[in-house]
Nanobody, 118 residues
């Protein structure tokens, strides 16, 4: 079972930046495509970005250019650098493996809260 521990969230003003981290325990991290997701109050969870084992990124258009996903396989960690934050980016951010059926996953970590004030 993969264990996921997200951190780095907080309260930031609009236009600010945050860097989220997710430490992943379990086997074969380096082989897994990983993703960052978010869920705003009253909304469904959505994909933010993903990164393959080889470092190829999958970006979501609405966040492209502001959010950058990266990974350090030696540290079993995936990162999300978020710049030019907007109030609508306020959400709980989660990491998990990525696949086309990610919305069916039943295991998620505790997430990390990001709040952007206007």
């Amino acid at each position: 079972q993969v264990q996921l521990v997200e951190s780095g969230g907080g309260l930031v003003q609009a236009g600010g930046s945050l860097r989220l981290s997710c430490v992943v325990s379990g086997s074969f991290f380096a082989l897994r495509t990983m993703g960052w997701y978010r869920q705003a109050p009253g909304k469904q969870r959505e994909l933010v970005a993903a990164i393959t084992s080889g470092g190829i990124t999958i970006d979501v258009d609405s966040m492209k250019g502001r959010f950058t996903i990266s990974r350090d396989n030696a540290k079993n960690t995936v990162y999300l650098q978020m710049n030019s934050l907007k109030p609508e980016d306020t959400a709980v951010y989660y990491c998990n493996t990525y696949s086309t059926n990610w919305s069916e996953y039943d295991y998620w970590g505790q997430g990390t809260q990001v709040t952007v004030s206007s």
